[in-house]
């Protein structure tokens, strides 16, 4: 029990500490790529007051995975790790639309990249700690999935009616696929990242047995 609430208390840690940091990150970033604000404050009171208490929501009331053994270590890992990977390519992206010139229909595309990212990123925090996939039997829950689709009605609903206050200009349909499409990639990298994991402890047990 005591190892549960460890892993649960863990996660919720988890994903507002990454949404934040990398945020912080690219304030940093930002002027040297040539953009002032990438993200405003309004934005980020969006991302802090609904989708970060959303995602928070979401994990606390996802199933629970008996015989789970995580580390503050690995914690601190998974943060580092996929909040350089997101700084990187949020960066780099943000350079190539300056090189463009950046206007507020592509700052309205970067705000939703940003959230998106996040989004997809609960279901790797979600299986955070064991070679788990977000697919297997034991992972459904109709909860969590109902709680991440309404972020993304919710963030859907601020990029396309949130106006000025948002900075926000509504996407054409083209660029909310592509957007979601290529977001995702977050989740599969994840999902073959576990496999990996899985079938390197299957070759281990194997050696083990057959010794």
């Not at 959230?115 to 909860?143: E, Q, T, V, Y």
């Amino acid at each position: 029990m005591k190892t549960m609430l460890r892993e649960n208390a863990q996660k919720l840690i988890l994903f507002p500490v990454t949404v934040n940091g990398v945020a912080l990150g690219l304030l940093v970033l930002a002027p040297f790529v040539g953009v002032r604000s990438p993200l405003t404050a309004v934005q980020m009171l969006w991302l802090n007051l609904v989708v970060v208490p959303l995602g928070v929501l979401a994990l606390a009331a996802d199933l629970p995975r008996p015989h789970v053994q995580t580390t503050v270590l690995s914690l601190v890992k998974h943060f580092f790790v996929t909040g350089f990977l997101y700084l990187i390519f949020l960066a780099w992206l943000l350079h190539n639309m300056q090189r463009g010139g950046i206007g507020d229909y592509d700052l309205s595309r970067f705000f939703t990249i940003f959230a998106m990212l996040h989004l997809w990123n609960l279901f790797n925090i979600r299986c955070w700690g064991p070679a788990d996939s977000n697919f297997s039997s034991h992972r459904k829950s109709g909860m969590f999935l109902f709680i991440t689709f309404v972020m993304f009605l919710g963030q859907a609903g601020v990029t396309q009616w949130g106006g000025p206050l948002f900075r926000a200009v509504p996407l054409a349909a083209a660029d909310w696929v592509k957007i979601t499409v290529a977001t995702s990639v977050v989740l599969w990298m994840g999902e073959l990242w576990r496999l990996s994991l899985r079938m390197s402890l299957q070759e281990g047990k194997r050696s083990a047995d057959s010794d």
